[in-house]
């Protein structure tokens, strides 16, 4: 089945929609942290990049696949962990400038840790390479993986809108990102509340790590480095302060990512990133709110 | 337990907002602050709630509040009013009512009911986003919001600024049966009259001093109100 005059099959825009339900998760992992510190972190792709080669050496030392999966949340989550006690929570309530900075210099000393110990040449995640292999549905090949990220991107989605909605912790994030201080007067701890969302955040950085060495099972220092570039542009196009905007600028950057990787002849993929981050630029500038803010521009007086 | 204030002092900065006041609130007391605009009210709430740098001493019971944080001085039986009701417009109201549950000492679900009793539309509008309510409707969420913690203080920061005189009603006849309920209640108003008026007290205050001290029976004495207002 091809969509000639485009180039486009089905095995393409599967690929589309993996690589765009694995961003949405990306941009809500972000979005949830911006929600209760005003912050972007930049270091997010790193925290993906860890997961990634704690994969990769999980496969090396020959270990279990469920085991190198658990390593790789263990080592994303401690790290998430860490990087909140020992970075975000000191600057909390600083300038968004600030902090931004910070989280770059969390980044880069993350990228060139993982440099001095791996070297610039990378490791290889092999055991879950059987997910690269296809599935033949209606008569068109479509990777495994691609169906395996959408269902687990699908399932994280539904858990996190579950835990937002649904619980208390979940009630008091939403609050406290809709107004901290007045949060913390009724009594919602802050810490608590931060450290949680911060938790949320680091498993879906996991998960991405998993399903990310699958479809790119060389990891380098600088894995994930454009996804997250890419990403943080698809959260702003969404709406960065909301969950269901920042997931749908996600998928939506991400496969239109994935549609153009597939659609460009190969000696012009180069210019891949050129023309998505020329589609958010336009965005942006007929949209300054985000593609998926409905609120009306007009203030209640 | 009784809210008590001694030689409070509220420093922003170059401002000194609050130079050493000192009051008492007992259970079943509504106290007023009243004053004109910047004479350190709000501040004084600010104070007690860890939200304003203060020095001195804020005591609920035999227990210190000053220096802790917004969120402990909460759970230790405070609760804030705020100006301008800063309820969670996109929340429901119901939702806006569980976040008060965040202060809360001890498990329970009983005071949902005297909240409900106290304030029937709270009930009646509890799936709405609470921004679709009308102001007075808002105020009463947000004084719901604060009760359900079951605090020992309520502080209330001008509950009145901004409503219909019906509602004003509706929101002084709630202020009699919390006092009725034993909590200690330090209300700030504008509305110096009808304040003096319901209140066990109420301390005139003007650029961060206390300036004069009225019973209810002196509410038509607005030669010596004026007085105070203009120090």
């Not at chain 1, 996804?227 to 269901?244: E, F, S």
Request: aromatic share 6%; with cysteine; glycine share 10%.
């Amino acid at each position: 089945m091809t969509i000639a005059f485009l180039n486009l099959d089905l095995q393409t825009i599967a690929d589309g929609i993996a690589l765009g339900a694995i961003y949405a998760l990306m941009a809500v992992g972000i979005g949830l942290v911006f929600g209760v510190l005003r912050l972007v972190n930049f270091a997010y792709g790193q925290l993906v990049m860890a997961g990634a080669f704690a994969l990769a050496l999980a496969s090396q030392w020959g270990w279990p696949l469920w085991g190198g999966i658990l390593f790789c949340f263990a080592v994303v989550i401690a790290l998430s962990i860490a990087m909140e006690h020992l970075v975000f929570r000191p600057l909390r309530g600083h300038s968004p400038a600030v902090m931004l900075v910070a989280t770059f210099a969390v980044a880069f000393l993350l990228q060139n840790i993982a440099l001095l110990w791996f070297g610039s040449l990378g490791k290889i995640a092999t055991s879950l390479a059987f997910l690269n292999r296809v599935w033949t549905i209606f008569g068109a090949d479509v990777h495994k993986i691609a169906v395996v990220a959408v269902v687990v991107a699908a399932v994280c989605l539904g858990l996190v809108q579950f835990l937002l909605q649904r619980t208390e912790i979940g009630l008091h994030m939403r609050a406290a990102s809709m107004d901290f201080a007045t949060s913390r007067m009724l009594g919602v701890r802050a810490n608590r509340v931060v450290s949680f969302a911060v938790l949320v955040s680091g498993v879906l950085a996991a998960v991405v790590a998993v399903m990310l060495t699958v479809q790119t099972p060389l990891v380098t220092p600088d894995f994930a480095l454009r996804d997250t570039i890419v990403v943080l542009a698809g959260v702003v196009v969404g709406g960065l302060n909301r969950p269901i905007p920042a997931t749908l600028g996600g998928f939506l950057i991400g496969f239109t990512t994935g549609l153009l990787g597939g659609v460009l002849p190969t000696n012009q993929s180069q210019y891949l990133p050129t023309f998505v981050f020329a589609a958010v630029i336009l965005v942006l500038l007929v949209r300054p709110r985000g593609l998926f803010d409905l609120s009306k521009t007009v203030e209640r007086v | 337990m009784s809210l008590e204030l001694d030689n409070l002092h509220v420093r922003y900065g170059g401002v000194h907002a609050v130079r050493g006041l000192s009051l008492t609130v007992a259970p079943g007391e509504i106290v007023g602050l009243i004053g004109p605009n910047g004479a350190g009210k709000s501040s004084t709430l600010h104070a007690i709630m860890g939200l304003a740098p203060a020095t001195g001493s804020v005591r609920v019971g035999a227990r210190e509040l000053l220096g802790r944080r917004p969120e402990d001085v909460a759970r230790s039986g405070v609760a804030l009013v705020p100006e301008g009701r800063r309820i969670f417009a996109e929340l429901t109201v119901e939702e806006n009512l569980r976040l008060g549950f965040a202060g809360r000492r001890a498990a329970g679900a009983a005071s949902l009911d005297r909240v409900h009793e106290l304030f029937p539309v709270v009930r009646e509008y509890r799936s709405r986003p609470a921004g679709a309510l009308s102001g007075g409707q808002q105020q009463q969420l947000a004084i719901a919001r604060a009760l359900v913690a079951e605090p020992d203080v309520l502080l209330l920061d001008e509950p009145s600024l901004g409503l219909a005189p019906s509602v004003v009603d509706v929101v002084f006849d709630a202020l009699q049966a919390i006092r009725g309920q034993g909590l200690a209640v330090l209300l700030v108003e504008q509305r110096a009259q009808r304040t003096v008026a319901i209140a066990d007290r109420s301390h005139v205050l003007a650029n961060g001093e206390l300036q004069l001290t009225l019973g209810p029976d002196e509410a038509g004495d607005t030669e010596r109100l004026v007085a105070a207002y203009l120090s």
